[in-house]
């Protein structure tokens, strides 16, 4: 399975064309994609109309989505930040370390543009799509 992060859906549905957008292109008729509802929560907030959420909500609800967070997850992603945090790296965004660690525990592989996630790829194994 392959988690796709908001910063590829941002960049794919704005057509900019960038190595990861263009390996989700040749993802999309894969039932391998899935959107997680942070990602999905993400990408909505960025949008200036409902009826332009409406329309992104129904391309991003074609893939499997799933809940990211639950009790023993938020636990660990917190240990994580704290983790990380200990070695002198600081993640900007919490729900990144979320994703991150949603990933980690089922085994996917994130496709993103975000440079917050190599440093968790570094030091806590998660594996990124290159």
Known sequence: MIVVDSSVWINQLRKVVTPKTSMLR???RSSDILVGDLILMEVL???RTDTE???IETILLQFEL????GEELARQAAHNYRHLRQRGIT?????DVMIATYCMDRGYALLTEDRDFKPM?????LRLIE
């Open 26 to 28: 040749r993802q999309l």
């Open 45 to 47: 907030q960025g949008c």
């Open 53 to 55: 959420a409406d329309g």
């Open 66 to 69: 799933a809940d990211m967070v």
């Open 91 to 95: 993640i900007r965004s919490p729900i």
């Open 121 to 125: 790829a570094q030091h806590l194994g």
